[in-house]
T-cell receptor, first 115, second 111 residues
Framework: DTEVTQTPKHLVMGMTNKKSLKCEQH?????MYWYKQKAKKPPELMFV???????INESVPSRFSPECPNSSLLNLHLHALQPEDSALYLC??????????????FGPGTRLTVT | KQEVTQIPAALSVPEGENLVLNCSFT??????LQWFRQDPGKGLTSLLL?????REQTSGRLNASLDKSSGRSTLYIAASQPGDSATYLC??????????FGQGTTLQVKP
């Protein structure tokens, strides 16, 4: 099973709301990633978790807060977002960090709209 | 600093044609190169992963080659079908675990 699941598929939230995105994988992968993708652009890395510890934060604003409760789950908590944060949010996982030649598997994404 | 470029940005071909998508990278010291497919509004589907020690990988009608010395990879699609219409992305890993993507090639296969 090479599946990464993400919920919800779509999310509309106001600028004062708090919401969370969820990602799950059952492949035994130890690295998990959050990417943000704007229309007609490639994905941009936001965070990397390795063995449930945050290893990379690509200077993401604090209104995005990642959490890795266990090796299968990755959350992204959202608070006080701006309309420019509207995008497709993608989760991915790999056996280890991408730099060690492991293949990354992506989920279907959450389409986020901030009003 | 690694940079990845894909040419062309868009491609339109009639059904049945064989085609080649190009990917180039500036730093040849890569561990691997991955090709993805993305349908509009969807996630990325991994098509092929070529390790640095490999020259090519095949999956069905897809064949990806890698020439590290020249910093190039090609994705060959044989006998294209309308269902192949999508955006194709190539990516190489940076040294911090980050995937560095090209801008993608948007393919349209016309019936």
């Amino acid at each position: 099973d090479t599946e990464v699941t993400q919920t919800p598929k779509h999310l509309v939230m106001g600028m004062t709301n708090k919401k969370s995105l969820k990602c799950e994988q059952h492949m035994g992968h130890r690295a998990m990633y959050w990417y943000k993708q704007k229309a007609k652009k490639p994905p941009e890395l936001m965070f990397v978790y390795s063995y449930e510890k945050l290893s990379i934060n690509e200077s993401v604003p604090s209104r995005f807060s990642p959490e890795c409760p266990n090796s299968s789950l990755l959350n992204l908590h959202l608070h006080a977002l701006q309309p420019e944060d509207s995008a497709l949010y993608l989760c991915a996982s790999s056996q280890g960090l991408a730099g060690l030649s492991y293949e990354q598997y992506f989920g279907p994404g959450t389409r986020l709209t901030v009003t | 600093k690694q940079e990845v470029t894909q040419i062309p940005a868009a491609l339109s071909v009639p059904e049945g044609e064989n085609l080649v998508l190009n990917c180039s990278f500036t730093d040849s010291a890569i561990y691997n190169l991955q090709w993805f497919r993305q349908d509009p509004g969807k996630g990325l589907t991994s098509l092929l992963l070529i390790q640095s020690s490999q020259r090519e990988q095949t999956s069905g009608r897809l064949n990806a080659s890698l020439d590290k010395s020249s910093g190039r990879s090609t994705l060959y699609i044989a006998a294209s079908q309308p269902g192949d219409s999508a955006t194709y992305l190539c990516a190489v890993p940076g040294n911090t675990g980050k995937l560095i993507f090209g801008q993608g090639t948007t393919l349209q296969v016309k019936p």
